[in-house]
């Protein structure tokens, strides 16, 4: 029998993370579309094609980036993203992550899995030591997110990122690649 070589670059029971491409345009705006309500106020993800190239673009082409999109196994649908941006190398090898689920797989457990995955992978192909995730206090989803990732809160951020308009205070979560290893973690 032929082996068919995965079209994921790591992948759980129910998911599969794969980096973005331009032919993906399509879908993914439409569901960030389909997920306004969602994502307002934390975040904005393109919802039209020339707003998807120029975003996939920094994505593929930017070195100090590197995109993921979670898609279920079942039928490749895109259940959300997940970005590694501000990758920095030598003495530091971190990078920090942004990501958003969109509507039809929030509360699925799908970015918890995909979340994992791609941690797993910054800390394995990508090299990386480090990871954190800054997040607006009053976004309970995306908190509960990384905790349940094993992200340590580390502290807060008055007036942090220019978001929606204005200046918002952040918390600053983090993981190391020694945490993924504790026994008694969840991994």
Known sequence: MPHHASRYLAEGPRVGIRHFTYEDAAEFTARARESKDLHHPWLFPPDTTPAYTAYAGRLIEDHSKAGFLVCEKSDGAIGGFINVNNIV????????????????????GLMREGLDLVV??????????????????????????????????EGFSPKMLFVDGDWRDHERWAITAEMIKEPGRRR
Request: with cysteine.
């Open 89 to 108: 190398e030598g003495g530091f090898q971190c990078g920090t992550l942004g990501y958003g689920a969109f509507a039809h797989a929030a509360g699925r």
């Open 120 to 153: 797993r992978y910054a800390f394995g192909p990508m090299r990386l030591h480090r990871l954190e995730i800054n997040v607006q206090p009053l976004n309970a989803a995306s908190i509960a997110l990384a905790r349940s990732c094993g992200f340590r809160l």
